[in-house]
């Protein structure tokens, strides 16, 4: 519930331009440092899907009794400006994952860590995994068309920004993947002017 309010308030001040993307995570001690069992990661975000689509798109929100959440009946508001609803991008790495997005999302979220020595190959970062779930969105009766990708760069703190700027590069040339976005998430200890500086550079590198 309070994501769902959360992500709401993002997307009427950003005038709806919220894309929304969630995931099980990769890290057991993370659930363990919250209390939630590791096993049960796949059918919470099955859960919270439905609380999400709830949330956004009926009014008054019907009472949701569920195995992981459960709230009663009430008027909630604002709704997002994106209708039916903001757009929801998932991980798609494990075959689970892979099936969950096709299921239910409107596209699947890629990943690459630029690797001093190893090139980038788009194919086997966006273009399979894509080609994968579009394959099992249409089995299940869905448009395989209406899913794409999103590509998150993670950069280390050995990555270069030429390396950073030629994926961003090649993504959009041998891609048809809409939106790159860099996270410093790996960076976030060489402090926040430092990323500024290599953002910028990237930006400037990769036009």
């Not at 993370?30 to 796949?42: I, L």
């Not at 757009?87 to 790495?93: K, V």
């Not at 939106?179 to 930006?203: I, K, N």
Request: a negative charge.
């Amino acid at each position: 519930m309070l994501l769902a309010r959360s992500l709401t308030g993002v997307d009427v001040v950003s005038r709806g331009r919220l894309i929304t993307g969630l995931g099980t995570g990769r890290s057991p001690e993370e659930y363990q440092g919250v209390g939630v069992p590791w096993q049960e990661r796949g059918a919470r975000l099955d859960e919270c899907l439905d609380v999400l689509e709830a949330v956004w798109t009926t009014e008054p929100v019907a009472r949701h009794e569920g195995r992981h959440y459960t709230f009663p009946a009430a008027h909630i508001g604002p709704k997002p400006l994106q209708r039916p609803r903001p757009p929801i991008y998932l991980s798609g790495f494990a075959p689970a994952s892979r099936r969950r997005a096709a299921r239910r999302a409107d596209g699947v979220l890629t990943v690459a860590v630029p690797v001093r020595g190893s090139a980038f190959d788009p194919a086997a970062v966006i273009n399979q995994p894509l080609r994968e779930v579009r394959r099992l969105a249409e089995a299940e009766g869905r448009d395989p068309a209406g899913i794409d990708a999103i590509l998150r760069i993670n950069p280390t703190t050995e990555s270069t920004v030429p390396e950073i700027a030629d994926i961003i590069l090649r993504t959009g040339d041998e891609t048809d993947v809409d939106h790159v976005f860099v996270d410093f998430v790996h960076l976030a200890d060489q402090g926040v002017d430092q990323a500024l500086e290599l953002l910028r550079q990237t930006m400037e590198l990769s036009r």
